[in-house]
């Protein structure tokens, strides 16, 4: 058995957990990390494109953006598509911020291969991983690599390890809330060996379901599809899906459309979770460790992101000089940002799926609704707002005039 002795043990190489080890390195806070995948795997799995400014401005500060500024999509608004018609948002119109078109996966690599080469402190493969000992001063996570077992002591653990993983688990049930629901709807995403349907991303929202044409790259595209969450995955081969994606986005028949060869096919469940607190004892929940959002709005990775770069600077703070305030604040702080998130997200995902059961009233409000984001008023700019993820930036300005309780009636 190997003992290693470390500040931070980090769980999960995903985006969040190699952000935040990046960061603690930069700013001399040691830690290890520790992913159950293969490195090859960790760098293939595709999976979100859309990052917020916030996100871009994170990257570039901690000098990881080389590769994004030169590939990167930058897009300033998108089509909306409804009753025939497509409108186009410009968020950099409305509050002059665009959004970016860059894969996680590319994200994943660049943070990767930012790190020092075998410095000892990244381990891949780990099997049987546990978490010990978070209620007392020193936490530890266990596993087993290449047959042996490895024991990593640290002052705090940062459960970065994503929906499935066990740091969430490793809190006492009674401690940790829990919420969480299940959308009616599930995604069918391609990814495609073609041009991009549009210059911008196109969502559409059509009496058959919803449908986003998004991409990767000028010559990857990526498609997505709303099905009913009952629905066997085999009630959709090939010609079915391409045949409802052309109605959903309006396809004029006169235009031919490059289909291109099918890379990958997923199914994504819309869900929302969240665990609260974020924080238990030594232990803190990062990402989808702690929150899961429906991919309508395109909030989680950027959210992730998000929360490990507050909790890099609490903790940076804590080593550095000794701060308690910000390490304490950590869940508060990010349940603030990502109840918000949780709150468009929802909105958003009633607004461009219509339901089985829907009603022509229902149909008739929905397209109220859109109309009132296509016109560029007041609507709109709170929508843009949400969107790029710039209201999530402004700190919280709520001003209390009193407590209701005790107050007069
Ligand atoms: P993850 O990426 O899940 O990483 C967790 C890591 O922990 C993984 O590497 C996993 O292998 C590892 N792990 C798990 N269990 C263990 C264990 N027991 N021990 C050790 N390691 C473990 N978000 C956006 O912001 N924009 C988008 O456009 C967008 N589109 C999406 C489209 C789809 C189809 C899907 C599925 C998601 C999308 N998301 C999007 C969400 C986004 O991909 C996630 O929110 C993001 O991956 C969260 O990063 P994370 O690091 O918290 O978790
Ligand atoms: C993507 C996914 C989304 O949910 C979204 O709103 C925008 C883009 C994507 O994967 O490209």
């Not at 980090?10 to 520790?34: D, I, K, N």
């Not at 959004?99 to 493969?125: H, M, N």
Request: net charge neutral; proline share 5%.
């Amino acid at each position: 058995m190997r003992t290693l002795r470390t500040k931070v043990a980090v769980v999960g190489a995903g985006p969040a957990g190699l952000y935040l080890s990046h960061e603690l390195r930069t700013h001399g806070v040691e830690s290890v990390l520790v992913e159950w995948c293969s490195r090859e795997h960790v760098e293939r799995r595709v999976r979100a494109g859309l990052l917020e400014e916030g996100t871009v401005r994170l990257l570039r500060g901690s000098g990881l953006a080389g590769r994004l500024n030169r590939q990167g999509l930058v897009h300033d608004g998108f089509q909306l598509r409804f009753e025939n018609t497509s409108q186009r948002i410009s968020t950099v119109s409305l509050i002059g911020e665009p959004t970016y078109i860059y894969g996680q996966q590319e994200v994943v690599k660049d943070l990767l291969s930012a790190r020092p080469p075998d410095d000892g402190s990244l381990y891949f493969d780990a099997r049987d991983v546990q978490i010990v000992g978070i209620t007392g001063n020193n936490p530890s996570v266990a596993f087993t690599v290449g047959g042996e077992q490895v024991v990593v002591e640290a002052d705090f653990i940062a459960g970065c390890d994503g929906y499935h993983g066990v740091s969430r688990a490793s809190i006492p049930a009674a401690s940790l809330a829990f919420h969480s629901r299940r959308y009616p709807f599930d995604w069918i995403g391609l990814l495609v060996s073609a041009a991009p349907f549009a210059s911008e991303l196109v969502y559409s929202v059509h009496p058959r379901g919803f449908a986003l044409a998004s991409m990767r790259t000028p010559e990857v595209s990526r498609l997505y599809l709303q099905t009913d969450a009952r629905d066997e995955q085999s009630n959709w081969p090939h010609e079915r899906i391409w045949d409802e994606l052309g109605q959903r986005l309006y396809l004029d028949e006169s235009r031919t459309w490059e289909r291109g060869a099918i890379l990958e096919q997923v199914r994504v469940p819309l869900r929302a979770t969240v665990a609260e607190p974020m924080q238990f004892g030594r232990l803190f929940l990062v990402g989808d460790a702690a929150h899961i959002f429906p991919p309508t709005a395109a909030k989680g990775l950027n959210v992730a992101l998000e929360d490990a770069s507050v909790l890099a600077h609490a903790l940076i703070g804590w080593f550095r000089r000794g701060e308690v305030g910000p390490l304490e604040g950590y869940s508060a702080t990010r349940l603030r940002a990502v109840w918000r998130a949780q709150d468009f997200s929802a909105w958003l995902t009633w607004l461009f799926h219509p339901v089985a059961d829907a009603t022509q009233f229902d149909h008739r409000r929905r397209i109220a609704s859109l109309t009132r984001l296509a016109e560029a008023g007041s609507s709109a700019v709170a929508f843009a707002d949400e969107y790029v993820g710039r209201s999530r930036r402004r700190p919280p300005s709520l001003s209390y005039i009193h407590e209701l309780d005790g107050m007069e009636a």
